[in-house]
């Protein structure tokens, strides 16, 4: 249960950096609906950040990370399948 809480805590933190950190590559995407291509490169390394943290089991069985995505990058929008 813990790790579940862990896990959502930092796919959410992800997520915010995301959007944080390219606040211009998200205006952009969500405008132009290119936002998983414009945002690849760091999508995949917060992905791969995010794998590395949490058990394999958790990662393989929940969809924090994708929630997050949509949600706080996404603006709630179902970009990210």
Known sequence: KRWHERAR???KALASDLVLYNKDKVAQGLS???L???LGPEIRRSWEYYCQQIPKHIVDSTEYF???LNKIVGKGKEIFK
Do not use: H, P, W
């Open 66 to 68: 994708k929630e997050q």
């Open 32 to 34: 132009e609906g290119t």
């Open 36 to 38: 998983a291509e414009l």
């Open 9 to 11: 805590r930092l796919a």
